[in-house]
């Protein structure tokens, strides 16, 4: 029987993706940092190991057929991780990769979070493994969360557009493709919505969808509206949490990737993969 293993079951996609295979019926081993945060679930076996570390990662990875893989928590040193875990999956003999990366993953894209996607989807390259590459746009279901507590979405994104994709479409996504090994080898998908909206016109949508949206974020007052800041005031007003500063740079280039349309790409991906139209940012905030 063919092995297929499940990281980031503990989080938001994998999680998804690791319930939409269960309910499928289809058995998997969920390979997680913490054993006691594991969903329990029929068909699914449990096994620890970090990214980082090879050795763990080496036998948690035996006799797997399929592996996907999420991308590690945000850290300074993550692309070394997942160099860690390739390493530990080809040596472990893995027979195929399908990794979750980011929509327009390049060694030059703006944000600064997809050209390490890009190294690691490098990295998967270099070991000869067959692959498949998911790349999806921004979260649909952050959009929330881009609202401070004062009612304002503030970044350098000018008029720029997000065609930001349902976490949702994203599991159903990566569950057809592992559910069909081999089919989607050598094949790189870009995931995102049926739209791409600017800042302002997903201000007014997170409005009119208020009561929906309002217990997931910190901001409970009546209107939204979005106001634009220089790369210069990006930083200024975000000195405040003391984040170092590639992770700064990272928040700061998520809207400056935005204001170079960079991220405003829409693809029939989702629906290639799934049968279905994706959802749109109306839809996941009204609960589909």
Avoid at 85 to 93: H, L, T, Y
Avoid at 181 to 186: A, K, N, V
Avoid at 209 to 238: C, D, M, N
Wanted: glycine share 10%; aromatic share 8%.
């Amino acid at each position: 029987m063919s092995v297929l293993a499940v990281t980031g079951a503990t989080g938001n996609v994998g999680g998804r993706v690791a319930r939409l295979l269960a309910a499928a019926g289809v058995p998997q081993r969920l390979v997680v940092r913490d054993a006691g945060r594991a969903p329990s679930l029929p068909g699914a076996t449990v096994v620890t190991s970090t990214y980082g570390d090879g050795a763990a990662a080496r036998r948690a990875l035996d006799g797997v057929d399929t592996l996907f893989m999420v991308s590690g928590a945000e850290a300074a040193d993550r692309v070394d991780q997942h160099r860690t875990f390739i390493d530990a999956a080809a040596a472990a003999g893995v027979g195929r990769i399908v990794y979750l990366s980011f929509y327009g993953a390049a060694p030059d894209a703006t944000f600064t979070l997809a050209r390490d996607h890009w190294v690691t989807e490098e990295h998967i390259r270099a070991t000869g493994l067959p692959h498949t590459f998911l790349r999806d746009n921004m979260y649909a279901d952050f959009m929330p969360y881009l609202v401070g507590e004062d009612g304002v979405i503030r970044g350098p994104a000018g008029d720029g557009r997000v065609a930001a994709v349902a976490q949702d479409d994203i599991a159903e996504a990566v569950v057809a493709v592992l559910r069909e090994p081999g089919r989607h080898d050598g094949v790189t998908y870009s995931l995102t919505g049926p739209e791409a909206l600017t800042l302002n016109e997903i201000a007014a949508v997170l409005v009119s969808q208020h009561l929906s949206w309002i217990s997931k974020a910190a901001f409970v007052g009546p209107e939204v509206r979005y106001e634009p800041e220089t790369i210069e005031e990006a930083y200024a007003s975000r000195a405040k949490y003391n984040a170092p500063a590639w992770q700064v740079d990272a928040w700061v280039s998520t809207y400056t990737a935005i204001a170079a349309g960079e991220l405003a790409g829409v693809t029939g991906d989702v629906e290639r993969i799934t049968g279905h139209p994706p959802l749109s940012l109306r839809e996941v905030l009204s609960g589909g």
